[in-house]
Structures are given as C-alpha cells and as structure tokens.
C-alpha cells in the first residue's frame, strides 16, 4: 500500500510541475505579445505624429487585402481611435477582384464582428489582367493600377480624406531596390502621398513597423488570412528576389534594413547627380582677381 501511495504522491507532483510549467509559458507568451503590441502601437503612432498622417475630422479608407498587413493595420488604427486626441473615422473597404477561389463571406463575417463600417467593392480585374498579361510575366503592375483606380476613385464618393494601404518598412525598401536594379530610378515608396491628379492622399501608417513584427502579431491574433492567388503565389517576381537578398544581408549583417530606412529620411541631394534635385550648373566660387600665378615654380607653404 506505501507503494501505491508514494507512486500517486510522485504522479501528483509531476502533474504540479506540467501545471506550473504551462503557466510559465503562458505568462512569457502573454509577455512577448504584449511587448510586439506596444512596439507596434508605438511605430504606427510615430509615424502618424512625423508625418501628419490623420488630423482631426478625418474620414480614413482602410484598405483590407485580407493579408497580415492589413488586418494588423486596421486594428492597431481602431486602437489608437478609440485613445487618440483626435476624433477620426475608420471605414474598411476590401476589392474584390473576383480570383477563382476567393472566399467572399471571410472579411465581412471579419468585419461585422468588430462593428466597422465596410464596404465590398466588386470589379473583375482579375480577367483583365490574365487577359492582357502574357502567361509567366509579372502580373502585378497592371493589378496594382487597376485596384488603385478603383479604390481611389471610390474613396472620392464616400469622401474619404485619406486612404491608408498596409505597406511596411520592409516593402518600403525593397520598393526602393526595385527600382534601384531595374528601373535606375532611386526612390521608394513614401509614408505618405498626394497622388498625381491632386485627389487623395494616401497614408502608410505601418511605415516604421517590421514585417516580422506583423507576421507574429497576425499569428497571434489569429487573422482569416487570404492569401493572393493572382500575383502572391508567382515565384519568379522580382520583388521575391529583392526579399531574399534583403533577407541575406540581415543575417550576415543584422540591423542593416534598419540603416537602409533610415538613410530614406537622410538625403543628400547634393551628393547625388539629379540636377532637378540639386543646381549644380551654379556652382562657383568667389575669387581675388588681383591675385597672381607666383614666379617661382618651386613654392614652400
């Protein structure tokens, strides 16, 4: 009978420990989530304070893909709502671009659980593109101006006074290594816009955030994610091949991302070549033109 009695003692300790091991875990998982929370709120909050980004009486067009960015953007934005010192509105729009497969009732059953304004816009951009964009080639550049025209033209019925799209720092310097290597333009994509007819103004209020950041906050949040079959599954976009260098040089070099975004706000145009940027054709100095040539060839200073 000890035994048994000393062998239940020892069961029952054990089973003490798992207990108290899973509490631990939980209160460090609880911990690191709440720390990405603050680091994130924080980031978004910065860049919408250096950029003005929202102003009192704004009526702000979240765009929702239905990817991590988006729906970590739109949160984070509902927080800082409801805290913020200014009073803004939050309305949600996703474009359906009618892919085959794509899950219509996923963002609306979303929506309608966080008592959001929204509204689901219906365009078959998707045909267009396959029908114009030969089989292999990158689909993203026709895709891209067919759903900003549509979005910014909608956003001007409701009377949106900003519209904010998901990007994050890591597309903003990949965007500017895009361009860099294949278009020989040295430019990015800017935390915030006016576009070229003068219409709408875009903010990137994930401008400062890192998408491993976002990739653990949507994990942890548990967002329906919707993945892109049009363009995000294309294996040979040039962007995947700017990522994964990127992704290289972190690891060789950690921290380097982080130098290349901040070298974004440290521009010299001075010590570049745009002569649109900088006037170099007046460059001159002020000479004595008394002074002369000295007669000696050999001159001690």
């Known amino acids: 009978m000890s035994a048994v009695g000393e062998g239940s003692v020892e069961e029952i300790e054990s089973a003490r420990g798992s207990e108290s091991a899973r509490g631990k875990d939980t209160r460090k998982r609880d911990y690191s989530f709440n720390k990405l929370r603050k680091r994130l709120r924080r980031n978004v909050g910065n860049a919408i304070a250096d950029f003005t980004m929202i102003e009192p009486g704004d009526r702000v067009m979240v765009c929702l893909s239905g990817g991590k960015d988006s729906y970590a953007m739109l949160d984070i934005l509902m927080h800082l709502r409801a805290s913020a010192p200014v009073d803004f509105e939050l309305i949600a729009v996703n474009l359906d671009q009618k892919q085959p497969g794509f899950p219509e009732d996923v963002l609306p059953e979303y929506l309608e659980s966080l008592a959001i304004p929204y509204y689901i816009l219906e365009r078959d951009t998707y045909s267009i593109v396959r029908s114009v964009i030969p089989e292999g080639k990158t689909t993203c550049g026709l895709c891209s101006r067919l759903r900003r025209g549509t979005l910014y033209g909608f956003a001007e019925q409701i009377g949106a006074t900003k519209i904010a799209l998901g990007h994050h720092r890591d597309d903003i310097v990949e965007t500017l290594f895009l361009n860099l290597f294949f278009a020989g333009k040295l ?115």
């Open 187 to 301: 430019k990015a994509m800017p935390p915030k816009l006016l576009s070229d007819d003068r219409r709408n103004v875009v903010i990137r209020p994930l401008a400062y955030c890192k998408e491993e950041d976002l990739q653990a906050y949507a994990d942890a949040q548990a967002f329906p994610i919707i993945p892109c079959n049009l363009c995000g599954s294309q294996d040979n976009l040039q962007r995947q091949e700017i990522k994964q260098m990127l992704r290289q040089w972190e690891r060789q070099y950690p921290g380097r991302i982080e130098t290349i975004f901040k070298a974004l706000s440290q521009v010299s145009p001075s010590q570049l070549c745009d002569q649109k940027m900088f006037n170099f054709k007046d460059l001159r100095i002020e000479i004595d033109k008394e002074v002369h040539l000295p007669e000696l060839r050999v001159v001690q200073l």
